[in-house]
């Protein structure tokens, strides 16, 4: 079952997300927010900035929402859990136990990080050799049990989000990390667009997509619609994410196989310019699954 949703803009200025950063609004009313995601006919939303310390907000935000019927999809976290320097590990650690925290607090299905990456400093902007090593699948999985074991949360999961650096960059990979975590509350965040890390995935997606549901579907619970497309005209192969509808990604087949699970899954757009572009992809997602009969 697929619940639809995108970052909403309250005011011009709103700062928008971009890629490794939370896709939510930091000043906000909770009434305010959640009408303002009916108004733009979404049912899944993104967790707003919150203090982990401010339990009246968190209960107010939470009480919205389900007032509104709309499901929070994640409460993203996006800082490197395998950072190089000690204290900004540490630091990343605990503010992750606090995302999980609210995430559970909030009744979301989920929280939200990539494994992370052996530099200092942020790990959607530097990588390394060593985040496809053994040592890192370990670490991700040593991590992930701590988060879980930490907060024991009995509704929300903890996820990774695929990402095309790390060591869950397939649906292999993604299968292997569900085994070993062994933690009911351990989930899947599905990323289409990145899982099309080569020309053969870039063409093939849709198998892609199969194998993925195939082996780890029962455990997806959120998970970002996007669109790419391979650059012509030169010899090294460059993926480059671009608006839904204008990339390779067979989006109303998208939402046609997540809905076919019978779990709530929130479909969320991301890492789009401003609030206009928000409004032309959610149209094209609309129009794509009326084309499948797959109701948001």
Known sequence: MVKFGAPVFLSDDQKVAGAGESHGVAVFDPELLANKHL??????AYAPYLDVNDTDKIRQTRKAFEKAGIVIAEVGYWENLLDTNEENRKRNHQEMLNALYIAEELGARCTV???GSYVEGHGTSKNDAK???EDAFCEAVDNARYFIDQVKPKTTYFTYEI?????NDSPEGMERLLKAVDRPQ???HLDLTNMVN???NYYNHLALLHDTIRRVGDRIVCSHIKDVKMRDGIVSVVLEEVMPGTGIIDIGAY????NKLPQVVPMMLEHLNSEEEYDIAAAYVRKCAKEE???L
């Open 163 to 167: 990402y095309e650096f790390s060591n």
């Open 131 to 133: 985040n496809f090593s």
């Open 39 to 44: 108004e733009k006919g979404f049912t899944a």
């Open 186 to 188: 351990f989930g899947i």
């Open 198 to 200: 080569s020309p053969r």
């Open 113 to 115: 990080n990539i494994i």
């Open 293 to 295: 009969g797959v109701t």
């Open 255 to 258: 939402l046609r196989e997540v």
